[in-house]
T-cell receptor, first 116, second 113 residues
């Protein structure tokens, strides 16, 4: 399967600052990447679908101006949490999609964001 | 839209016993059913998957079954080991609808040595 990395693995920031999380597909050209957030002891919630060279598609209830997604190349997608607040503290996980007949996804290791 | 229900939420077994996790889905158009294992502080790892044209798939100690008529699919782990302890998620996906994958709520598996 595809190998996906994320950076940073964890970050602590102050309220009001912005944080950028990188997701890289190391051995696969990913035209599509997915961003999820996961609260403690809960399931994965899809935030947005990131398509290379075009605008991301956000799920209902996810503020696109707060969670900026950029997918400028086939190997890199970034998620920027703008004006972060404590309620944005969560585990953010990206995945690449082997989009074809079936939606096989391979996940990154996740980024733990803590907003003070 | 698709809805995936997963049971049980917590499962505790003795080392060497079998563990079974069950999921149901609502959308008959779903055609791909992966299972993920997530260890604490890590991203989910794909452990096995099954496609709608197959009823059963096995990989060593792990097997998955799919009943399309009943919209059920299950994960079976035999000869459990302490390192199998983790959270397991089932999921359902379909080609239409933007390839979205809908996840179950997860099952926390404890394997007691």
């Amino acid at each position: 399967g595809a190998v996906v990395s994320q950076h940073p693995s964890w970050v602590i920031c102050k309220s009001g600052t912005s944080v950028k999380i990188e997701c890289r597909s190391l051995d696969f050209q990913a035209t599509t990447m997915f961003w999820y957030r996961q609260f403690p002891k809960q399931s994965l919630m899809l935030m947005a679908t990131s398509n290379e060279g075009s605008k991301a598609t956000y799920e209902q209830g996810v503020e696109k101006d707060k969670f900026l997604i950029n997918h400028a190349s086939l190997t890199l997608s970034t998620l920027t949490v703008t004006s972060a607040h404590p309620e944005d503290s969560s585990f953010y996980i990206c995945s690449t999609g082997l989009v074809g007949s079936y939606n096989e996804q391979f996940f990154g290791p996740g980024t733990r964001l803590t907003v003070l | 839209g698709e809805n995936v229900e997963q049971h049980p939420s917590t499962l505790s077994v003795q080392e060497g016993d079998s563990a079974v996790i069950k999921c149901t889905y609502s959308d008959s158009a779903s055609n791909y059913f992966p299972w993920y294992k997530q260890e604490l502080g890590k991203g989910p790892q794909l452990i096995i998957d099954i496609r709608s044209n197959v009823g059963e798939k096995k990989d060593q100690r792990i097997a998955v079954t799919l009943n399309k008529t009943a919209k059920h699919f299950s994960l079976h782990i035999t000869e459990t080991q302490p390192e199998d302890s983790a959270v397991y998620f089932c999921a359902a996906s379909q080609r239409s609808g933007g390839f979205k994958t809908i996840f179950g709520a997860g099952t926390r598996l404890f394997v007691k040595a």
